[in-house]
């Protein structure tokens, strides 16, 4: 074999070497940056890991410094359209393609008045200006005017909500943060806090619910013509069983699948490159009947090493929304309301909840470094034991149940309805 070709970045006793301001602490570090001018220190990390586009940056950034130093004229602050573009590039390798195109939609859609403006220039005073004219606008949608085929649906034109103005208040804060400290910004030009929201139930399916659900997705494979998505009883399975996100179960590789240890690992897709939303490698202990299952699958596929699990008609990956419509059709089937396919993730931590699983464990599987996380998010409690938790409650009380006129127990209302009182005739002494 061949002699293993020196790092330009390390010496042989592996310590780092600074080449024109930048060295590395690891091969796969990012690059880090080191200089001086006039006694002051800088130091810190390009967040590259290509050597060309750190050189790039750690240029731009001493020319910067060296003008303040030297009292040259400070270059005034970019446009926000300039700051945007800016963080599109330096974040196209390092951010999923969703952030980037939510980023996009933000500043061209909501903050458009501002985009040729210098972004020092989007006050407090501007954001609140902008808050109110963002909720006084209507939503997506369409109005009902127009000739419409017979196929078309009606679609309800409504206004935006608090919770979106909070989502469209994050990406600019990240932006304008991340012109902050990469120094294009003196700081943060506005201080704003998020609008309070009012949290709406959501959709889970109950451990007893999962099996007919599963029935009526097995149903989408087997019966229906121009399915666009054929693999929806296995991701509903992988989410409903590991308690994977939707991308997790749809980039899932035959790799991850250890048999022998009977884990499967949740890491950056090899064949698509997609990220793991965590940025961590997780194992997950692969239940019995769902290794069962994927070990038929897996012959089904004629036993492959390496690859996805799910391939598309494409030969690529299922994008993202794709088991939108599968969930739908379990939800209609057992009459469930505002199920989504992350409620399969939220099903997974309440049925281990259920079970007595400590909620570091649960955390720790789905992911989360803050448990309580998991236990506000995602496990629901059921209202039937609350209400039980509320009649023991009662009989430890020796509360009896009479009326306000101190009648004599008249018994349980639930098993007697002749003494359910009508509303507006019944009127207490």
Known sequence: MGRRPKDPWFTDDGKPILRNWLYKNSPEGDFLYDFRIRGKHFKGSTGERKEEVARAWIADFHRRMKDLAFGKAEPSAPTLVKLWEAWDERKASSVSASHRRWMRGVIHQHTYEFLNLPADQLTTDAVDDLRAR????????????????PDDKDHVVRRHSEGGWNKVLTQLRALVGWGAETGRLKAVPFKARKLPVSQTSKGVLWPEQVRPFLAAVDTIR?????????????????????????????????????????????????STGKKVKDRTIREIPIPSWLLT??????????????????????????????????????????????LTPHGLRRTFATGLW????????????????????????????????????????????????????????????????????????????
Request: proline share 5%; aromatic share 6%; glycine share 10%.
């Open 134 to 149: 963002y909720l006084a606008k209507e939503g997506k949608g369409f109005k009902k005017n127009g000739a419409k085929k």
């Open 222 to 270: 087997k019966e229906r013509e121009k399915d666009l998505f054929p693999h929806a009883g296995i991701a509903a399975r992988l989410m409903l069983g590991l308690g994977l996100r939707e991308n997790e179960a749809l980039h899932a590789e035959w790799d991850r699948v250890d048999w022998r240890r009977q884990l499967f690992i949740v890491a950056e897709s090899a």
């Open 293 to 338: 299952y994927l070990a038929q699958w897996h012959n089904d596929q004629k036993k492959p090493s390496r690859g996805l699990l799910l391939i598309a008609r494409n030969g690529k990956a299922h994008g993202e929304g794709s088991t939108k419509k599968m969930v739908q059709v379990g939800a209609r089937a057992l009459k469930i309301e505002r």
């Open 354 to 429: 259920e079970i007595g699983t400590p909620l570091g464990q649960i955390a720790q599987m789905m992911g989360h470094e803050d448990p309580m996380i998991t236990f506000k998010r995602y496990i629901i409690e059921r209202p039937k034991e609350q209400a039980e938790a509320l009649e023991k409650l009662g009989k430890l009380m020796d509360l009896e149940e009479t009326g306000p006129s101190g009648a004599v127990r008249a018994g349980n209302l639930a098993t007697n309805p002749q003494t359910v009182p009508t509303v507006g005739t019944v009127t207490p002494k």
